[in-house]
């Protein structure tokens, strides 16, 4: 398995599995990307056996449309049945009201029901994964 994956919208870092760090790359994502996305995190899910955290930082967004927001929302949703025992928690890192009104509308959509812990900085977020990481997560950690 790489540790990096990329596609328009978003880089995936898998160097310190059971952390995943999801950047998002594009200002403006499209649905075209958003596809383009989800089918990369499906690869990278389908190859993973040991459970992971997500964090995931969106500060690069600067707007996405409504269709978009309806296709993350929609890629959200079939992360969560395809792959729940993966995924235990996410850490997403919002920096503006922009961010929090995008992922607010994302997740009407998706209603998701694996935990999400909001924080401002990427290093917050790292910590906070870290000690998550730490206490719940069953498998040892990877430094790749």
């Not at 596609?7 to 075209?32: G, M, R, W, Y």
């Not at 409504?66 to 949703?77: I, N, Q």
Request: charged content about 25%; overall charge positive; glycine content about 2%.
């Amino acid at each position: 398995m790489k540790t990096e994956y990329n596609c328009k919208a978003a880089k995936f870092d898998l160097s310190q599995l059971p952390i995943i760090t999801l950047t998002v790359t594009k200002e403006e994502p499209n649905v075209s990307d958003i596809a383009e996305y989800r089918q990369l995190k499906n690869k990278i899910f389908t190859l993973l056996d040991m459970e992971v955290v997500m964090v995931v930082d969106v500060s690069t967004l600067k707007w996405l449309s409504a269709e978009s927001r309806v296709a993350f929302g929609l890629s959200l949703r079939e992360t969560e049945s395809k792959f729940d025992h993966i995924l235990k928690k996410s850490f997403i890192v919002i920096p503006n009201v922009v961010g929090k009104v995008i992922v607010q509308g994302v997740n009407i959509i998706a209603r998701p029901k694996i935990p999400q812990d909001i924080c401002r900085t990427m290093g917050s977020a790292l910590r906070k994964a870290e000690a998550y990481c730490d206490v719940f997560l069953v498998k040892e950690r990877k430094v790749i």
